[in-house]
């Protein structure tokens, strides 16, 4: 460790005039101060009495209680008062949270997406909360339901500052109600304190409500928030006050054992069996600021698989992370480094090996824990440990898997991080590299985020160590943007050494310097059907140090993009593009024909157009056509997304993708296609099925996976999984005949059990 350490002092000695300008950024983007807009208060009352949740709201006490008001449209007619209102009352006692909500307006065209819980709020009517309750501006608890009471609940880190800033998998338990009247509605909830996290003591939490009609296609927010901003940014909540300072909730246990009973024929290895696994979860909420959670022997087949992707670059295509596990407060162990180029931490990476051939493949996890939440009022800690089995007969080896990081809160909404990860051998064996016997990688991460949203930046170090010494083994960046109403830029730049490695993180590629200033301009029309024009053009500049900083690669994008009022989406785009190949490359990832050399360079502009229709419409759509040079020949592409809905009870949708490459001889030319239906039916606020098919003639794979759910009691799921795969390589003949690989069900059970 002190090795390690040490290396970082060298490093900063070594580039004085860097950290000199980092800290420099630092300081001075830190400390500007904008005024925001008023914050409005919301009093929450104390009461001692029982408050029934039938969404009536008949107690006295709610006559009592003084409620929120005034919302004010954010979408479309930004900062006037909204044409649908809402009235929110608070009370607590010494164990829950009670909010009685009145909404009003016409109650004729109320619409329900789905039945199923954590549905998409934009496309049904609904009323939202957000719960700052340590009032930092950086994380906070969302919670809200429909007209006929259905729930969503969710993390909400990052500040709040873009779409991808939520975590829908959490999933807790309370009551809810609502009742249609002539011209209102009421919901009505019952949320046990133990949910949230907060100071003991505390007598006020940041708030804010967010509202969708779909009626007049309107977003309505309770505190007004800028409106080149999201409408749930967490620099822009009002405050809520309680009466009396909150005690020390209860310490609440939870235990979700799952039995899973698994039939199988696999077909390529002539095997077919059955399997019957147990294990499960255990959570435990420690000082109303930290959860412990432990999983024994998990079990992820319930999990929707993951959607095929064609990929015509020359690097890895990450995918989305999908089990619940790694999902939870994963904004402390996935938000280092540069998300697109170096993540030091990448969970996917647990419970996937490589076999013997290099194909991907399951890794069974033994057991793991995990450790989240606050030590005080400015400090966070994470701490993830999971051990993974040796398999002898796919030649993996076994490892302990950890991260822990320490953020820090500095100023009033940005975060300074330092992480220590750990992937290390566990078993002795014959096939295991010496070189492979353990990884790790430390670092730092200063994440910038001014109290108006319109500072935003990150600054970070990291290093790795594996049994060969590396002299080049760092990775750093720095990032620094500002964005306003109508201008917007971005310096940014960061080195991957040679030697740079995270076996538990995703590395694009080695040995580079990459330079991606930004710079963007908004127009907000006045009466029109369009919302905003935005231009935007972005220079990308990529240099190999180890090759005297020759430019191995560039592009420039050049971007228009329009909103309408009414939620269409137009985007037009032109990339210019430099491309040198330092190894063969086959660009239609097909692997069926001459690569382009190595040492060759090419230069090629394509252009691309989409459109999306109205997302709120049972029929929507989205149609995006491409067209352009690519490398030394062609690539015409149309990907095209179709929905229909049935609401609530049904929602159809395909995915088509179209790849044209034609090269000159003696090169690979191909057409590449990639079909997705899916369907899902929700029954009731308890039975779902989902299916999605998949049809890919660049994997050669057609695959059905199909998901009966039947949610018995409150977060206590039975699951009926049927999945098939098929080859449609069609070797032997020119007639579309898939061939079985393998398939699969399985009948799982899971029960959550308070005690």
Known sequence: MMKIVFDIYIFLLKFKSLKKTIFLFIFLLSNILISQSEKKELIVKYTDNEIIVDGILDEPDWNQTKGASNFYEHFPDHGSKSKNQAVIKVMNDDRFIYIGIKVFGSMENLKTDSFRRDFQAGNSDNITMIFDTFNDGSNAFV????????????????????????????????????????????????????????????????VNSYMRNTDNNSWNSWNKVPENLMFFNLAFTGTMYFEKPLGKSKPKK????????????????????????????????????????????????????????????????????????????SDLFSGFGNNREARPFFSRRIGIAKDKDGNNIENKIIAGLRLSGKINNNLRIGLLNMQTSQDDENEISAYNNSIITLQQKV??????????????????????????????VIGFDYNLRSNDSKWDGKYYFHKSYSPEENE????????????????????????????????????????????????????????????????????????????????????????????????????????????????????????????????????????????????SKDFNYEISPSYGKFYNGTKTSLDIELSQRIRPKFTSSIEIKYDKVKLPKPYSSANIILIAPRFEFT?????????????????????????????????????????????????????????????????????????
Do not use: C
Request: cysteine-free; overall charge negative; proline content about 3%.
């Open 143 to 206: 919670i809200g339901s429909n007209h006929i009471g259905i729930q969503r609940d969710m993390l909400l880190f990052n500040g709040g500052n873009g779409m991808g800033d939520w975590d829908m998998t959490w999933d807790v338990k309370w009551l809810s109600e609502s009742k249609v009247y002539d011209d209102y509605y009421i919901t009505e909830w019952k949320i046990p304190l133990s949910v949230f996290k907060y100071r003991e003591g505390e007598t006020k939490w940041g």
């Open 254 to 329: 939870s235990i979700i054992p799952y039995i899973n009973s698994i039939a199988y024929n696999d077909y390529q290895n002539l095997e077919k069996g059955s399997d019957f696994e147990f294990g499960g979860d255990a959570k435990f909420i420690i000082d109303n600021s930290l959860t412990l959670d432990l999983t024994v022997n998990p079990d992820f087949s319930q999990v929707e698989v993951d959607q095929q992707v064609t990929n015509l670059s020359r690097f890895e295509v990450t995918l989305p992370e999908k089990r619940q596990f790694f999902i939870e407060n």
């Open 683 to 755: 029954f009731s606020k308890n039975v779902y099925w989902a299916t999605l098919m998949q049809y890919s003639n660049q994997s050669k794979n057609l695959s059905l996976n199909t998901r009966l759910q039947w949610r018995f009691a409150p977060l206590s799921d039975l699951f009926l999984v049927y999945n098939d795969n098929y080859y449609t390589d069609n070797r032997y003949n020119s007639i579309f005949i898939p061939r079985v690989k393998n398939r699969s069900i399985n009948l799982k059970l899971t029960y959550w059990l308070d005690i």
């Open 411 to 440: 100023f009033d909404r940005s975060n300074f991080n330092i992480f220590f990860i750990n992937r290390e051998g566990t078993g002795e064996n014959e096939y295991t590299e010496e070189n492979d016997k353990f990884n790790r």
């Open 472 to 615: 080049n083994s760092n990775s750093y960046g720095i990032s620094t943007s500002y964005e306003s109403r109508n201008f917007g830029f971005r310096a940014a730049g960061l080195y991957i050494g040679e030697d740079y490695r995270s076996d538990l993180g995703y590395v694009r590629r080695n040995d580079i310097i990459k330079l991606y200033p930004e710079i963007s301009y908004t127009i907000w029309p006045e009466k029109s059907r369009f919302l905003n024009h935005r231009f935007e053009i972005t220079p990308v500049f990529i240099l190999k140090p180890g090759l005297n900083n020759e430019i191995s690669d560039y592009y420039i994008i050049s971007k228009f993009d329009t909103y309408g009022i009414n939620s269409e989406r137009i985007n037009i785009s032109m990339w210019n593009n430099y491309t040198y190949l330092y190894e063969d490359f086959d660009p239609t990832g097909t692997n069926n024909g001459n690569p382009l050399p190595a040492n060759s360079e090419y230069y090629y502009t394509n252009f691309n157009i989409s459109y999306n229709s109205d997302y």
